[in-house]
């Protein structure tokens, strides 16, 4: 019989962290150590510069710019692509777009985010309100809905079933996953990545969902370590790895609501 996680003893075994970032069992298995655009991620991209002549993405997130190749203003992307999931299953021009980060993408036409555009994006609330939009935008096409903003809980949508087996064929969207966890976190929002991570893994522990092997490694080694928190980051990386290496132990979506309201509470997933 699988030892169920439950709310009680959430993640008790998880009181003494080992101090890496990635887990154990992936590299042990790939001997690798992270892949370089994690490394540039968490290091804050110390080697991208920074042209302050280019605005692309704060012009864009401002609504003052029309996104290219698809020539679409930020809001009308968010109206006429809602659930449009064609569209955002087949084009791809535009998710460098909703997501810029410092580094390229596939995209020539979009710029990479500049660091002087950083902080005016950051600070003012309709930009970040477009990219909490873009977020739920790309939930909605995977299959989850944000239930809160603040912890980053997410449940199932009512198509859920589709648009799983669709994410579970399609691994182009792994890499567009990375590139969202990334961007959130870049803009403050990173509170928002563990609540991904951890429905993923609950559906993979609890549900045998979202369970294929190129799903379980882009997030072993990516989407894991999308994070800047380190405890947080050495936590979630721990919980996965206890989840991957004994098949008798299961995250169970009751520890994983558990766990965001002990975060919520504490300022920490750690156990006292």
Same mark, same amino acid.
């Given at each position: ?44 991209? $110390?080697?991208? $510069? ?27 992307? =968010? ?12 084009? =791809?021009?535009? *998710? ?14 979009? #710029?990479?985010?500049?660091? =002087?555009?950083?902080? $005016? ?6 930009? *970040? ?42 691994? =182009?969207?792994?890499?567009? *996953? ?25 559906? #993979? ?41 004994? $098949? ?25």
């Amino acid at each position: 019989m699988r030892r169920v996680l439950s709310s009680d003893n959430t993640l008790n075994l998880f009181r003494n962290f080992r101090t890496i970032a990635v887990p154990r069992s992936t590299r042990l298995l790939s001997k690798m150590s992270l892949p370089g655009d994690i490394r540039e991620f968490l290091e804050g991209y $110390p080697r991208a $510069p920074d042209d302050t002549r280019l605005n692309a993405n704060l012009e864009f997130y401002s609504n003052k710019r029309r996104c290219q190749p698809d020539n679409l203003l930020i809001d009308d992307l =968010h109206e006429q692509w809602k659930a449009d999931y064609d569209k955002l299953e087949y084009k =791809h021009g535009y *998710i460098q777009w909703l997501f810029p980060l410092r580094e390229y993408g596939m995209n020539y036409k979009a #710029q990479p985010l500049q660091k =002087h555009e950083i902080t $005016p994006m950051k600070e003012d609330p309709t930009v *970040i309100a477009r990219l909490r939009r873009s977020y739920t935008t790309m939930l909605d096409f995977y299959g989850m809905d944000l239930v809160s903003n603040e912890t980053g809980e997410l449940r199932r949508t009512d198509d859920w079933q589709e648009r799983y087996r669709n994410l579970a064929r399609a691994p =182009h969207n792994n890499l567009r *996953i990375s590139r969202i966890l990334k961007c959130l976190s870049e803009f403050g929002l990173e509170q928002l990545n563990a609540g991904f991570l951890l429905f993923v893994l609950a559906e #993979q522990s609890e549900n045998g969902q979202l369970n294929t092997q190129t799903i379980q490694s882009s997030m072993d080694r990516w989407w894991a370590n999308c994070l800047r928190n380190e405890e947080e980051r050495i936590w979630v990386n721990e919980t996965i790895e206890k989840a991957r290496s004994d $098949p008798e132990w299961v995250f169970t979506m009751e520890a994983y609501r558990e766990a965001l309201r002990r975060r919520k509470e504490t300022g920490s997933f750690k156990t006292t």
